[in-house]
């Protein structure tokens, strides 16, 4: 009897775990989004950028990096930026950014594509090379 209301409170805690990582690194659709090449400090790649915000304590951040560098390292047109989110809390907080949430801008600036958390290698090279 006793043990019953624990089952049900793990079975729970193990479902939400579950959505939560089959949701953490999905790319979605993002809105149109403009950021300028004066905000970022770099010009646009030929075909994408990859936006990222960091922070030095992020662990989340510096695997996203990593995996994101080699996955652009070959492609032609595709650059990858990496902005100190600390230094640059206006922007921030105007992309409305709440984790690391790498972002994919077309050649004019706009986003397109935004991961939730790190994202996935395989999706991340499928959005790539739909454009």
Known sequence: DSLL???LLLSITSIAGFI????KGVIKKAKRLKISEKEIGSSYGDR?????????????CRSA???????VADMKGVSYLEIDA?????LVRRVDLDQPQPQLLDSK????????????????VKVIQAF
């Open 65 to 71: 990096k990593a995996m994101v560098k080699s996955v």
């Open 86 to 90: 600390e230094s640059n809390l206006d």
């Open 109 to 124: 600036g706009f986003e397109i594509a935004r991961a939730k958390g790190a994202p996935k290698r395989d999706q991340l």
């Open 48 to 60: 994408l950028t990859i936006l990222q915000f960091s922070t030095t304590f992020c662990s989340e």
């Open 5 to 7: 209301p624990l089952l």
């Open 20 to 23: 939560y990582r089959a949701k």
